[in-house]
């Protein structure tokens, strides 16, 4: 379905690391949904007119996901907890670029029959016993399905770090869900153990990622290393340090996105403070379009950069 993503390298703090450009995979998804949906892209589901999906208004899993109804011509019914104001006004970012595909958001702080329900329960109670005809994506594509697309990405990084003849190699890449970070480990333990993933948990702490981890794979010999910082950071909030990062790197030419990649980039910077020689690949997930509003949050608070 894509091309395979190209490898460039950065200096970062006196260091060479490559930097696998999955933002560039595909101009409609970002690169990490891209490999997450790739499986649906790829597949005919014959009778589903409807994808079903939830999470956050203003992520990047609802902008891929109305994209991928759009390309595959079907509907898409995205329920969402509520939608903030400002979210809901703005004229660009994901919200705004999904509304424009066609998607159908559903905010559930405004349907009469939620009954104090969460998403999830309200989607698996009141939706999907009434609709043969559609087609249901866990959050942030946290499914089996992902692994398909996830392993096209391990062969990619197995076959470069082959032509670059590298020994050892360690795979950096920041955790959501921890889909894509646990499926890759798993391939590469399985099929190329010389290669090692590390990751951070962006969305809660070191120990929920775990027990996302656990959710899609049970055998813990299987999971990616958690790099872990001195303090908490909580997601979608604005912080200096990850400004300062995100300057930072766009002072190297490829430019990251403010939510997953400043903490990435955070811990990437505190292993090599711990004498970790390995090469490092860091796999870019793309997410620029969710920029178009954090940027803007943050040149408002701290200046340009
Ligand atoms: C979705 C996303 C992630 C998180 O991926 P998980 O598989 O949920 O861990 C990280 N970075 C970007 C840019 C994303 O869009």
């Known amino acids: 379905m894509f091309v395979e993503s190209p490898v460039d390298s950065i200096e970062f703090n ?35 007119s409807v994808l079903i999906g939830h999470g956050s208004p203003v992520a ?3 902008y891929s996901m109305s994209a991928l109804a759009k390309l595959k011509g079907v509907q898409l019914d995205f329920y969402v907890d509520h939608i903030a104001e400002q979210v809901m006004n703005s004229s660009v970012g994901n ?47 946290r ?3 992902a692994k398909h697309g996830v392993q096209t990405l391990a062969k990619e990084v197995i076959a470069w770090a082959e032509m670059q003849k590298l020994e050892q190699l360690a795979v950096f ?21 010389h290669i090692k993933v590390f990751t951070c948990a962006c969305v809660g702490d070191a120990q929920y990622l775990t027990q996302q981890f656990n959710q899609l794979v049970a055998d ?14 909580h997601f979608g909030k604005l912080y200096r340090p990850f400004y300062d990062m995100y300057c930072k790197l ?17 811990c990437v910077e505190s292993l090599f403070e711990q004498e970790f020689t390995q090469p490092l690949l860091y796999i870019h997930q793309g997410g620029l379009l969710g920029n178009a509003t954090m940027l803007p949050r943050y040149q408002r608070k701290y200046s340009e950069c």
């Open 250 to 266: 766009l002072a190297t030419g490829i430019e990251f996105e403010l939510l997953y990649d400043p903490l990435g980039w955070m």
């Open 173 to 193: 890449l920041p955790s959501g869900t921890g889909t894509t970070a646990v499926f890759l480990n798993e391939y590469l333990v399985l099929n190329a153990p």
């Open 95 to 141: 919200y705004a670029e999904s509304i424009a595909n066609g998607a159908n958001v559903i905010d559930l702080s405004k349907v009469d029959d939620r009954q104090n329900l969460s998403v999830i329960e309200y989607i698996e109670q009141k939706v999907l016993p009434n609709r043969d005809d559609s087609l249901f994506v866990p959050e942030g594509g």
């Open 14 to 48: 006196g260091r060479t690391v490559f930097v696998k450009r999955d933002d560039l995979l595909s101009e409609t998804f970002s690169g990490n949904k891209a490999r997450k949906f790739a499986y649906f892209l790829e597949n005919e589901f014959p009778g589903k």
């Open 143 to 145: 499914c089996e399905y």
């Open 60 to 62: 990047n899993s609802l």
């Open 220 to 233: 813990e010999s299987m999971h990616p290393t958690i790099i872990e910082l001195g303090r908490k950071y």
